[in-house]
């Protein structure tokens, strides 16, 4: 019986050899290498997406306020309540309200996350003073899990922003990204 030719060659070529294995391990090792830092950052670009837009969120607010309180007639002092949100100064203030008075611990959030509408689930944050005025610093969640955290511990993670209030001007914001 004779075999046709073409069966005699696929029998010769039933796997792949150890030197195109041992090339394809080396080119996946290479493709990996190069492509998967690109993915590892992804973490740390969608921390600082999220205190970018949280910061804006927080720059297109206060102007808002700011015109609410100018329209209301009050002075430039006074405080006042526009929707629930008590501020001074044109400004939201970084503490939580109360009817009589601040509050700088976690029974409500500050008064500009409510203005700005930035949910405090979705961050670790503390109230402050800084130079005789108030402050909340805030980092994402993801980078900080405590519900409670100190200044000092939200500052450690180096992915934060802080809403610093001012007796006058407008409220100084900062952004700490080096470390999300």
């Given at each position: 019986?004779?075999?046709p030719k073409q069966q005699i060659l696929l029998s010769n070529h039933s796997g792949f050899t150890l030197l195109e294995l041992v090339i394809?391990?080396?080119l996946l090792a290479i493709l990996s290498i190069t492509v998967l830092p690109k993915?590892?950052?992804l973490k740390s670009?969608?921390?600082i997406?999220?205190?970018s837009a949280t910061v804006g969120a927080i720059k297109s607010s206060v102007p808002m306020f700011k015109f609410k309180t100018i329209t209301a007639g009050t002075g430039f002092t006074s405080e006042i309540e526009i929707l629930g949100v008590k501020g001074s100064y044109y400004q939201p203030w970084a503490v939580t309200a109360t009817p009589t008075g601040f509050l700088a611990n976690y029974s409500s959030p500050p008064e500009i996350f409510e203005w700005a509408g930035i949910d405090p689930a979705d961050w670790a944050y503390r109230i402050f003073i800084s130079n005789g005025t108030y402050a909340v610093v805030a980092a994402p969640k993801n980078v900080l899990d405590l519900a409670e955290p100190s200044e000092s511990e939200v500052k450690a993670t180096n992915c934060y922003f802080i809403y610093h209030w001012q007796g006058s001007g407008e409220p100084i914001l900062t952004?700490?990204?080096t470390g999300c």
């Open positions: 019986m004779q075999i394809t391990i080396v993915f590892i950052n670009d969608a921390n997406s999220v205190i952004t700490v990204f």
